[in-house]
């Protein structure tokens, strides 16, 4: 597990799954938001493989986050699109309803970076978001992240078209928090 100062995060255990198909997938607002895809009803026991891991997927590894305090799960954070010559990722999150706006998501993205710059080695980590989330902004932003565009009108969100923002974060900026 990679710890943080509040969450750690571990590998998707199959009871996660249920919980994360009913409480972040099912809710068709924020499946399109968070999504680069249309929502649509996911079948129970399905191999879905935003909730079902491919280990043989080298440019992605998902996660499943908990609270330390609890070891209770509160979300999924994902590294994808790892590219091994520009040594370059994404990186994306989600928390349960109930869990946000507790620093959760700050800490999430501090203890993903870790996995970026020290366990992967990679020199750049990369965050879209769309232009209203300041949650995820601020949670990118608190971790040294430097907004480096707006991509006006990208992203198809439930009628209507919106801007995202891209976030960069470059290995040597980056300062670790010491405390955990
Ligand atoms: C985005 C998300 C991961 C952020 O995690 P979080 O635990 O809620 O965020 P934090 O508690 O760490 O707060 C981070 C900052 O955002 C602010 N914030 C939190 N919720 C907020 C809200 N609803 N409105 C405005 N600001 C908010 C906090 O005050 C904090 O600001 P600060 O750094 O200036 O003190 C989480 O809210 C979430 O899962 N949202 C739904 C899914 C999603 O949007 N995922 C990202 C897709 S790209």
Same mark, same amino acid.
């Given at each position: ?5 509040? #969450? ?19 809710? %068709? ?11 649509? /009803? #996911? ?10 891991? &491919? ?10 986050? %908990? ?6 799960? %509160? ?21 349960? /309803? ?10 999430? %993205? ?21 232009? &209203? ?12 992240? =430097?907004?480096?565009? =707006? ?21 040597? &900026?980056?300062?670790? &928090?010491?405390?955990?």
């Amino acid at each position: 597990m990679l710890r943080g100062n509040k #969450i750690g995060l571990r590998a998707r255990h199959d009871d996660d799954i249920p919980i994360l198909r009913t409480e972040l997938y099912d809710d %068709v607002v924020n499946a399109a938001r968070a999504e680069g895809a249309p929502w649509r /009803p #996911i079948t129970p026991g399905s191999s879905d493989p935003r909730l079902v891991v &491919d280990d043989k997927d080298a440019g992605k590894v998902p996660f499943s986050v %908990v609270e330390l305090e609890t070891n209770t799960l %509160v979300g999924t954070a994902t590294f994808w699109g790892i590219d091994t010559h520009h040594r370059s990722a994404h990186i994306g999150l989600g928390l349960l /309803p109930s869990t946000r706006g507790k620093g959760y998501g700050t800490d999430v %993205v501090a203890v993903l970076c870790h996995y970026g710059f020290v366990v992967r080695g990679l020199h750049r980590l990369q965050i879209e978001t769309l232009s &209203d989330n300041v949650a995820m902004l601020r949670s990118a932003e608190r971790n040294g992240f =430097v907004r480096e565009g =707006v991509l006006r009108s990208a992203t198809w969100v439930m009628g209507r078209f919106m801007d995202s923002v891209l976030l960069g974060l470059l290995a040597e &900026d980056w300062k670790p &928090d010491t405390t955990a």
